[in-house]
């Protein structure tokens, strides 16, 4: 079983991958404030979450908020050499305060990564 959860973070975009042997999937850079929560960091902290290949489909519909704040489902996924990596599973986006722009999508449903095939 998967460990899931929710972050706020900003995401400063993305990238995707296909390779020739049929791996694919996605990149999300995301800067979290790391003020207070632990003694041996300050400022921010900038991270890499891995992703299904479509979920950066699903960032294309919020484009125009790139780089912005985002809610992100998170899950921690069995990595390599017996590691735990980060998943973005789903994403919506943090309307700003007291504004929401004609152009900017509610953040009514969150988006989910297509089941791979």
Known sequence: MNASYTIKAEVLGLSRYAMDNGIKGANVFIVQDSAGKSENRLGREV???????????????????????????????????????MYVAAVRPVPAAGKQSAGNKAPEAPATASTKS
């Open 47 to 85: 991270m890499t979450a891995k992703a299904d290949y479509e979920i950066f489909e699903d960032f294309r519909d919020y484009e125009e908020l790139l780089p912005g704040e985002f809610e992100l489902d998170m899950q921690m996924r069995p990595g390599a050499k017996a590691s735990l990596t």
